[in-house]
């Protein structure tokens, strides 16, 4: 049975820990990765015979990694590529949960929208339109109550729909201005030429116009490391020269 | 850089008032961070209370509370709003 991996991200107490707790019966252990100290809980979940692996990661109001917790969760993202982010909003505060949804579907187009604490919203008197936010944002919304296990069944058949290849998502990309959309174009299209699909090249062209030290550090050591594996020589230069004269 | 003459600073705005930011004339990823936590051109953001000693300064923001010190209120710049 093929296990898929689904990564839990939105802001700190939207919900994301009762999300996990209820759909894996608190059977979470948690783990370091690629060297991290912060640990993320992980836990199994079996739904019409299929088994999905969810990552608690940790909650953040952005992934532009200003912390620890940010980099550990962007990295996953980026690096480990669960087949399905799961990012969980605050429905009585979505204008704040969205910040941090644009920026994951800048990412990935493997996304799918929780709008938790949907009873909290209703007490406020907040409605919200999940299918008009469905076709702005691109992804499949889905308004649930984790705390009183609302709608995780329509969220578990959409889980399995996206792992399975059957949802296609057509996630809302931020448009800027002319000067940097090509900026942007020219330099996805270099890196496209060093990381093939590996990555997505447009979020990493953003990136490296916003000038991540970091995260091209991180780039450079994982192309050193494959190149010992016999990845295309001479990458890792071609990756420095991008860099130069383009951060602002 | 000098059309904040006419701006008045986030510290400017008293307990109670709302205030239109224009402008974070802060820098990188402090810059970053505000602008994560709902401090962004266009929002309004109300002024809570300020803590014993005058600093920091509790806001409403995007539904939530956060404390600022005068050094970032002081470069938030916009629009004390009329009530």
């Given at each position: 049975m093929r296990t898929y991996t689904v990564a839990l991200a939105g802001n700190?107490?939207?919900g994301k820990s009762t999300l996990f707790n209820a759909l894996t019966g608190l059977k979470q252990h948690t783990g370091n990765w690629s060297g991290k100290t912060v640990s993320l809980a992980s836990g199994n979940y079996e739904y019409k015979d299929t088994r999905f692996r969810f990552i608690d990661l940790p909650g953040t109001y952005s992934l532009f990694s200003n912390s620890a917790d940010e980099e550990v969760a962007r990295d996953y993202i980026i690096f480990?590529?669960?087949d399905v982010t799961l990012l969980v909003l605050d429905s009585t505060a979505l204008e704040r949960s969205l910040n941090l949804a644009l920026q994951v579907l800048e990412m990935t187009d493997r996304v799918i929208v929780c709008l938790n604490l949907m009873d909290e919203a209703k007490k406020k008197g907040i409605k919200i339109d999940a299918r008009k936010l469905t076709d702005q944002l691109g992804v499949p919304v889905i308004p649930i109550s984790a705390r009183n296990n609302d709608g995780l069944d329509t969220l578990s058949e959409q889980l399995l729909l996206m792992c399975t290849g059957q949802t296609r998502t057509t996630p809302y990309r931020m448009k800027y201005n002319e000067q940097l959309e090509s900026q942007i174009s020219r330099l996805e299209s270099e890196l496209r030429d060093i990381f093939g699909d590996e990555y997505p090249s447009r979020w990493l062209a953003i990136r490296f116009l916003d000038g991540d030290q970091k995260l091209i550090a991180t780039l450079k050591h994982r192309l050193s490391v494959s190149d010992k594996g016999?990845?295309?020589?001479g990458a890792a230069q071609a990756l420095g020269s991008s860099n130069s004269g383009h951060s602002c | 850089m000098d059309e904040t003459k006419h701006l008045q600073h986030l510290q400017q705005a008293t307990l109670g008032e709302r205030f239109l930011i224009e402008k974070v004339d802060i820098r990188g990823e402090h810059k970053r961070r505000l602008l994560d936590l709902g401090f962004v051109p266009g929002s309004v953001i109300e002024v809570l209370k300020a803590s014993p000693l005058g600093d920091p300064t509790s806001y409403r923001v995007a539904g939530t509370v956060i404390a600022l010190r005068k050094e970032e209120s002081q470069l938030i710049w916009g629009k004390v709003m009329s009530s």
């Open positions: 700190p107490n939207t480990e590529k669960p016999g990845m295309t020589h | -």
